[in-house]
């Protein structure tokens, strides 16, 4: 008898994820040399237009780069989106449900830039902000349920990444954009049970948590 074959989960927005993230986060790390260019600050234009509301230092980051930011990341986005319809990558959902999807991975990608942002700013030289910035994403990416079925993993990396962010905002994306495989079995953990729900929550805490600490660093490093 044949052995019975369990459908694979759609990856197409796993990849989504995995790019606006890397995007995301790479795009905020940069070295920005203090005045006296005896430090090297890793600025991001996020706490720069913070920075830029009670007037621009000679730390700051010009303002096109600001604007062009989250352009980038808009447009890293519709070019991954345009390649995946070329390659046969369908949604089955409405319009309002598919571009809700899409808001989702733009807001993990800004709330994992926050995270990015600290990190550049706690490091002291490019080469730590380079890999610094981005080998946490990595195991945050492969524990999930982003390119392997979560109920298939071990006990304990199945609770890792059931609980995950990452997963939260993937599985979000397999259902509005209409994805699900059929005889998918979904886990009971709450994220995987309301994982739009999750997924906002998770970004949000996340900017938050990461803003408030990436501000504070600075505002001490420049003090």
């Known amino acids: 008898m ?7 989960p759609d990856t197409t927005h796993s990849a989504m994820a995995c790019a606006i993230s890397i995007a995301s986060v790479g795009d905020r790390c940069g070295p920005w040399p203090k005045e006296n260019g005896s430090t090297a600050l890793f600025m991001t234009a996020a706490i720069s237009s913070i920075m830029r509301a009670n007037g621009p230092g000679p730390e700051a980051v010009p303002s ?13 986005l519709v070019v991954l989106a345009g390649v995946a319809l070329i390659i046969g990558w369908r949604t089955h959902e409405n319009i309002g449900k598919v571009l809700l999807g899409f ?25 730590a902000a380079t890999s610094g910035g981005l ?47 059929p005889g998918f079995v979904t886990s009971d ?17 996340i900017i938050v948590v990461f803003r408030t600490l990436a501000v504070r660093r600075y505002r001490s490093a420049t003090a």
């Open 2 to 8: 044949r052995a019975e074959r369990r459908t694979p």
């Open 64 to 76: 096109n780069v600001f604007r062009r930011e989250p352009l980038q990341t808009a447009l890293t």
């Open 103 to 127: 808001l989702l991975l733009l807001l993990l990608g800004y709330a994992f830039s926050w995270i990015g942002a600290l990190i550049g700013l706690v490091v002291r030289t490019p080469e």
């Open 135 to 181: 080998i946490w994403l990595f195991p945050l990416t492969f524990i999930s349920n982003a390119f392997v079925d979560a109920n298939q993993m071990p006990t304990v990396l199945r609770h890792i990444a059931e609980w995950n962010p990452f997963s939260a905002t993937v599985a979000a994306c397999r259902e509005l954009f209409g994805n699900v495989p």
């Open 189 to 205: 953990a709450w994220p995987m049970q309301h994982p739009i729900l999750a997924s906002v929550i998770w970004s949000v805490l």
